[in-house]
């Protein structure tokens, strides 16, 4: 396990250490906005020339509209676009570009250029999409293509060859008992009630991951996590007259998760995305399958709380769909998905879950984005041997503030600084009543509020098709 804490680590540095790489190597130059090779873009590549002489080269025309809406046309003596058919070099102002076509060149959405209305149309007609001039295809642009949410999914497809790589960290934390919508601090929980043998007070969870996205079609994408977890939990034990905490540790891999979505439909104008997604994931965490009597249910149960567990001991799935619009500036992605979670080999089940979410993206340039995320999921009992274990499940509703900075191109791609942080806004989990020899009652719990945040560097870059 400490293996896998080092590779993470050796990985982020890697990362890191691209630029260095960069510098070190042979020159070769990329497009000003998303860092790709231009040589990998002969076909699709612009040139801008400012008033002052200086001169940019982007993969495509995407890029180059973006530029222009932040530099402003007046700013450029000249921008040239490559057509398609032809290869030569035509002035983009009289050029004229298909959108929403089958074929994505370059980056989203999928302009391509030609010096003829004629030719634009006749390819429209072949391989989809409509056709703009100049000042439409301006019209159409905003600062990015798609944005990629923290809590939820998106339904945008990036196009074939796309990759991404990234390390990531995450924290959580956890200190409320609640029952129900009642949360309480967990000393005072257990002190009011004498018959209460034992509460849980804090958990922490630490969590580093490596994530791979990869583009299959210019429709298909798929995407890979694998987790490291640090879980931590006090308990608080009621041992005579005094209430002492009991401190639990389990560090190791998470199970291995893996998704694929599909584009179902996309607008011409690519700013309205309808996906379905699929996933699973394979037992790779390990599951503590100790029993303990449980003298309430008079019977042997698994002893670790489900918190603590860092797999669930047999694959699970997962199924969904997703909607991305882009309004101006503005992204919106939302999402219905239910997780299927089988029996385990030890007899015990996670209980299956709806999920629900909504994003709201704001970028203010092709570098920033802003946003606020909502997600929400209702999370059926965990059964042990077929009983239903009353203090799991519930209904969970979270809000989160996030951003994403695209800091640096290298390496034909760009590096991306991604944050998020949030806490729960509304919570009722479900609890379980017995009564003791002595005719006292006490309660079961969970743990709940609290808050969580994480952090990751992504490199993205695409293997040109075209």
């Known amino acids: 396990m400490v293996f896998f804490r080092k590779f993470?680590?050796?990985?982020?540095?890697?990362?890191?250490?691209?630029?260095?790489?960069?510098l070190a190597g042979e020159e070769r130059e990329s497009c000003?906005?998303?860092?790709?090779?231009?040589?990998?873009?002969?076909?699709?590549?612009?040139e801008l020339v400012y008033n002052d002489g200086k001169t940019e080269h982007t993969c495509g025309v995407a890029c180059m509209l973006r530029i222009v809406q932040e530099k402003g046309v007046n700013s450029f003596r000249s921008?040239?676009?490559?057509?398609?058919?032809?290869?030569?070099?035509?002035?983009?102002?009289?050029?004229?570009?298909?959108?929403?076509?089958?074929?994505?060149?370059?980056?989203?959405?999928?302009?391509?250029?030609?010096?003829?209305?004629?030719?634009?149309?006749?390819?429209?007609?072949e391989k989809g999409g409509v056709v703009l001039g100049f000042v439409g295809a301006m019209d159409t642009i905003s600062p990015r293509g798609?944005?990629?949410?923290?809590?939820?999914?998106?339904?945008?497809?990036?196009?074939?060859?796309?990759?991404?790589?990234?390390?990531?960290?995450?924290?959580?934390?956890?200190?409320?008992?609640?029952?129900?919508?009642?949360?309480?601090?967990?000393?005072?929980?257990?002190?009011?009630?004498?018959?209460?043998?034992r509460a849980p007070k804090k958990m922490e969870v630490q969590t580093q991951s490596l994530i791979a996205n990869y583009g299959i079609t210019d429709r298909l994408a798929m995407q890979m996590n694998l987790p490291y977890y640090e879980r931590?939990?006090?308990?608080?034990?009621?041992?005579?007259?005094?209430v002492n905490t009991v401190n639990a540790r389990d560090d190791g891999i998470?199970?291995?998760?893996?998704?694929?979505?599909?584009?179902?439909?996309?607008?011409?104008?690519?700013?309205?995305?309808?996906?379905?997604?699929?996933?699973?994931?394979?037992?790779?965490?390990?599951?503590?399958?100790?029993?303990?009597?449980?003298?309430?249910?008079?019977?042997d149960l698994i002893s670790t709380a489900p918190g603590m567990q860092q797999g669930a001991g047999t694959p699970t799935y997962l199924g969904g769909l997703l909607y991305s619009h882009k309004?101006?500036?503005f992204w919106f992605h939302g999402q219905a998905v239910y997780r299927v979670s089988p029996k385990n080999s030890n007899d015990y089940k996670f209980g299956d879950e709806y999920q629900g979410g909504l994003a709201v993206h704001y970028t203010p340039h092709y570098d920033i984005m802003l946003g606020v995320e909502m997600d929400a999921s209702r999370a059926m009992k965990n059964e042990d041997r077929g009983i239903e274990i009353g203090n799991t499940g519930g209904t969970r509703a979270n809000l989160a503030f996030v951003f994403d900075w695209r800091f640096l191109n290298a390496f034909g791609g760009n590096l991306n600084l991604r944050g998020s942080v949030g806490l729960p806004v509304y919570e009722d989990l479900n609890s379980q009543d017995f009564v003791n020899a002595g005719g006292r009652t006490y309660t079961q719990t969970q743990l709940g509020e609290g808050f969580f945040a994480?952090?990751?560097?992504?490199?993205?870059?695409?293997?040109?098709?075209y």
């Open 327 to 329: 309004w101006e500036s």
């Open 454 to 465: 994480s952090l990751v560097i992504n490199f993205n870059t695409r293997f040109g098709q």
């Open 232 to 242: 931590s939990m006090d308990t608080l034990v009621r041992q005579g007259n005094q």
């Open 79 to 125: 921008i040239h676009v490559k057509d398609w058919n032809k290869g030569a070099t035509v002035d983009a102002q009289n050029a004229w570009y298909s959108i929403g076509s089958q074929l994505i060149p370059d980056m989203l959405p999928n302009f391509i250029a030609f010096a003829d209305r004629k030719d634009a149309e006749a390819f429209a007609a």
């Open 146 to 197: 798609q944005t990629q949410p923290f809590r939820i999914r998106q339904a945008v497809t990036p196009g074939q060859g796309s990759l991404g790589l990234g390390v990531a960290y995450a924290y959580m934390l956890k200190d409320s008992v609640k029952v129900g919508t009642d949360g309480q601090n967990p000393e005072s929980f257990i002190n009011n009630n004498p018959a209460q043998p």
């Open 32 to 46: 000003q906005l998303c860092g790709m090779w231009i040589d990998q873009y002969q076909r699709t590549g612009c």
């Open 8 to 22: 993470c680590f050796i990985g982020f540095c890697l990362i890191l250490l691209i630029p260095t790489l960069i």
């Open 254 to 299: 998470g199970d291995l998760a893996g998704e694929v979505r599909y584009n179902l439909w996309r607008s011409d104008f690519y700013d309205k995305f309808f996906t379905l997604l699929a996933g699973i994931t394979l037992p790779t965490g390990d599951f503590d399958s100790t029993r303990a009597f449980n003298a309430a249910l008079k019977t």
